[in-house]
């Protein structure tokens, strides 16, 4: 873009990290001379040493891994104001918003997060929001119908006020953000805001508790009627239309249920985001994309405007292809007791990365620059038919966009436009009726048959974490990303609340990110076969690898347990000089994560609830996930995407929060694993005690100090075997587990005997 004065958009600014490294490298160095230790004295020792090799070698390597991935952290500082020179200029920008399920994901979320999203600080034409609706609800239809017409009082209040948080039902119930202006004309229409808000709620709350929330023969609704969820015709209603073009109206607002038939697979949220991609290819066409899941609503009303300085600050050729904010939590629980808001892996990790190739895609919250979900390389080749048979001098042939971009030929036309590099539609369309068929077309369900649509085009298909996967077919292009995160925060969401959720949640990711690992796309085969940066690739290996973290840390979690019962060790006698290696590991390791969680404001209580739920969840989702994938892989179950729970405790205002955080359970055999573990390792602690008071105290310390190390991360089983209800480990899972830990300490004995 050229302006009036060229300022930069956007600065790279390189964080300072010596101490962190310091201590990186030290605990790296340890762990190297614990491993030579062990390689030479392995001829003296028994199979538990070479066991804790084993182990040890793992632990080095993931140390190496997240070594390389945090050692450049960079943030980017963007300018928005800047941006203000352009404003006729600046691009416009299709936002997707994806729903499922309206009893997991209750309308009222997806209103709020829809309604801060049509109240952007962005000229209000560029805009077009889009909502998929794949659970084809008319209740989630009736709610965004009645949003719209409350959207036409609230955008222009927000606009006039300046008001900060454009969701609802955070800005009516945060104490933080009650009346900002002490006018009376504020007043009363803050007043009249709320009531307007709260009618809305309760028509959306009303029609939730009917069976039939609306009456279906009703023009608007007749297309719901007699229809099943799976298997139905698609629907697309355009509920706003900003027909004139105005700079300060409301944008387009449209709904979208994708054509389903039980013949053909659906792909989850990626069908579906691919269906939204064509869908406003076809009416809307802008070159910038953002998406972001139903809970996920927009806390910062200019972050287009950030978004912008990255996209559009780059210099020629070494554009971002995606814009990525951070997932951030509303109404986190107090020192994060479930382990799930990710604020320091966040912060480390994530940094990190934006000093490589850039973060990972995390499936919301991000603004996608549309020619690269098309496929595009950042040189200005096609990923299409290996890399360019049917692509002259960058540009596709007819025939090649029917194959890879499907049959319709207005689609394709858009499609041209945006791989040539023009932007947009050729005359903006304010009409929005005249695509209706073709994107009706595009929405159907056999539209991707025998096209590259979840291979090479759009978000792709194969893993239940499409978010990863598609970033990383991004990378692996050689495109970078960045990271977006302005102040305050871009996007808030919500986290799962109560342990099970919390875990199946895991698991589906571990699933996922276990298929992207054992799959043609691997980020090892994308470095040596494409442009994957090898950093890059260890970075990517970072989460990759959490699927597998749970077979070393299970050996290494048992053998103190096992060395106690069956007499034995694997850690070096006190009085020995190598003790100290380990114990200086031990201190410093956690001394350093302890450090990092204080710097960046959070509570010790915080870092250990990490620490603890780092132990419990590796135990049990990921071990789960790691089981399921290798069920797919002999072709027994197929991964399926369950839609995570999404609390509406501020939504509806009410504030039942007083239990919140305490670990509970449920029937699952998630729960088998680490209940087995705490009953193993009380049986070694009970065999400890008694070992002590037959005076036969052994240097066995480096065991036991492990043995309770272990039963304090685990304390929320260790609590669960004596407490009923969902704060209970239910019975059947002890009796599960008993036996297990019995055929284990059994075990132990006879090896002992022998
Ligand atoms: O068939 C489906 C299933 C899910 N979704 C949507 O996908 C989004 C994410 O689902 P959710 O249950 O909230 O999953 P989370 O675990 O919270 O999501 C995280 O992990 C997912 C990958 O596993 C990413 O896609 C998400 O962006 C990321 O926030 C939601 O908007 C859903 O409505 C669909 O549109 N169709
Ligand atoms: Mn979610």
Redesign the pocket.
């Known amino acids: 873009m050229a302006g009036p004065i060229s300022l930069p958009l956007y600065e790279k600014l390189p964080q300072k990290n010596t101490v962190q490294r310091v201590l990186d490298v030290t605990i790296f160095v340890l762990l190297l001379t614990l491993l030579a230790y062990r390689i030479l004295s392995l001829k003296s020792n028994g199979f538990s040493w070479f066991f804790a090799l084993l182990c040890e070698s793992w632990f080095t390597f993931v140390w190496v891994v997240i070594l390389s991935s945090k050692w450049n952290p960079v943030v980017y500082r963007t300018y928005p104001e800047r941006l203000l020179f352009w404003i006729d200029e600046l691009p416009p920008v299709d936002m997707f ?5 309206p009893t ?2 209750p309308p009222i979320i997806t209103v709020n997060t829809v309604l801060s999203l049509l109240a952007f600080d962005y000229p209000a034409n560029k805009l077009a929001c889009y909502v ?1 609706d ?1 659970g084809c609800s008319p209740l989630t239809f009736y709610a965004l119908l009645e949003a719209s017409k409350f959207a036409k009082l609230w955008v222009p209040f927000c606009k006039k006020y300046g008001i900060h948080t454009r969701a609802p039902f955070r800005y009516f119930y945060d104490e933080e953000e009650s009346p900002h202006d002490n006018s009376t004309e504020f007043i009363r229409e803050y007043t009249k805001m709320k009531d307007e808000y709260e009618v809305l709620r309760r028509k959306i709350e009303d029609a939730t508790e009917k069976s039939i929330p609306c009456d279906l023969s009703s023009e608007e609704f007749v297309a719901f009627s007699d229809i099943e969820r799976r298997n139905h015709p698609s629907i697309i209603k355009v509920i706003l239309e900003n027909k004139e073009g105005l700079v300060d109206g409301l944008p387009h607002l449209i709904y979208v249920s994708r054509e389903k038939c039980p013949k053909y697979p ?1 792909h ?2 990626a ?2 985001l691919n269906v939204l991609t064509r869908v406003s290819g076809a009416m809307t066409n802008a070159p910038f994309i953002l998406n972001v ?4 609503y927009a806390n910062n009303s200019q972050i287009v405007f950030h978004a912008m300085c990255l996209l559009l600050g780059c210099k020629k050729g070494q554009d971002f292809a995606f814009a990525q904010s951070p ?1 951030i939590f509303y109404d986190g629980l107090k020192d994060d007791p479930l382990g799930n808001q990710l604020v320091a892996t966040q912060k480390y990790i994530g940094e990190g990365i934006s000093g490589l190739q850039g973060p990972y895609y ?3 919250g991000c603004f996608h620059r549309r020619k690269v979900l098309y496929g595009l390389w950042p040189d200005g080749c096609m990923e299409t038919g290996g890399r360019s048979p049917n692509c002259v001098a960058g540009k596709l042939t007819d025939e090649g966009l029917r194959q890879s971009f499907g049959h319709s030929r207005e689609f394709s036309k858009t499609v041209e436009r945006i791989l040539s590099g023009l932007s947009g539609k050729a005359d903006c369309p304010y009409d929005l009726s005249s695509s209706a068929e073709a994107a009706n077309q595009v929405a159907d369900c056999g539209y991707e048959c025998g096209t590259s649509w979840g291979t090479k085009i759009g978000w792709i298909y194969g893993s ?4 990863v996967l598609t970033g990383l077919k991004i990378h692996a292009r050689g495109w970078r990303s960045a990271e977006c995160k302005p102040d305050p925060p871009a996007f808030l ?1 919500c986290a ?1 609340s109560g342990g099970p959720a919390s875990l199946t ?1 895991q698991k ?2 571990v699933t ?1 990110l276990l298929e992207i690992l054992f799959s043609k796309n691997n980020p090892f085969i994308a470095t040596l076969t494409a442009k994957l940066q090898f950093r890059q690739c260890l970075a990517y290996m970072y989460i990759l690898s959490w699927g597998l973290r749970w077979i070393p840390e299970l050996c290494y979690i048992a053998l103190p347990a096992y060395c106690i019962i069956a007499n034995s060790h694997f850690l070096p006698k006190v009085e020995e000089p190598a003790f100290l290696i380990l114990a200086a590991l031990f201190a410093i390791y956690n001394l350093h994560s302890l450090l990092e969680y204080c710097r960046i404001g959070l509570s010790i209580r915080t870092w250990w609830n990490n620490q603890r739920m780092g132990r419990i969840i590796t135990m049990t989702a990921w071990f789960f996930g790691f089981l399921n994938v290798i069920l797919k892989l002999l072709g027994l179950f197929e991964a399926v ?4 729970q ?1 609390n509406q405790s501020s939504a509806s205002g009410d504030d039942n929060h007083k239990d919140a955080g305490r670990f509970t359970f449920n029937e699952s055999p998630i729960f088998v694993p680490a209940t087995t573990l705490v009953l193993v390792h009380l049986v070694a602690m009970v065999k400890a005690l008694l070992n002590l008071t037959h005076g036969r105290h052994e240097s066995r310390i480096g065991e036991v100090i492990c043995n309770v190390w272990v039963l304090l991360c685990f304390l929320p089983f260790l609590k669960g075997l004596f407490k009923k209800g969902k704060y209970g480990i239910p019975s059947s899972t002890i009796c599960k587990s008993a036996a297990l830990a019995a055929v284990f300490v059994h075990l132990c004995e006879r090896v002992s005997i022998a």
């Open positions: 918003v994806t729903t499922a399920d997991l994901e998929s794949d659906h989850y949220k069908g579906a899941d139903c809970d996920m997932q995390s499936g919301t239940t974490s499409e978010d969401g799962p949640q589906r990711w996922g995407f369950e839609v995570t999404k």
